[in-house]
């Protein structure tokens, strides 16, 4: 899948769009959204920018990464078993895992479609409601 370009992007992707977003990165992840090091990434690992000798968690780990070396306020991420939570706690950012069906999950590749969310990384609780 690493030449694969998809012919539609997700639902929060043109919401983001629509509202002015700019798209300034593609993140690495754990192969296949399955994994809770990122060391799987097809990329390679993918560490805390802490401190490079440890993991930045996954499977989300490559957008938590970002947000927590602040050269992004918002990276999107998906949870489904604790994919946005852990990232953002070993990286000083904040994850958010909202109710349920609040973000649409069209357009991402489902892993367990009762447990997936599409959730979120900001640097802050104020960037975070927005």
Known sequence: MSNHKSIYNAHVTDLLLASGANIV????MDELGMGGTNLSAITGPVSNPYDTSRISGGSSGGSAALVGAKAVRVALGSDTGDSIRK???YVGAVGVKPTYGR???YGVIPYASSLDHVGY????IKDAKQ
Do not use: E, G, H, V
């Not at 990165?25 to 690495?28: D, G, I, Q, R, V």
């Open 25 to 28: 990165a593609k993140t690495s």
């Open 87 to 89: 990232p953002a706690a």
């Open 103 to 105: 973000i649409s999950r």
């Open 121 to 124: 990384f900001t640097q802050s």
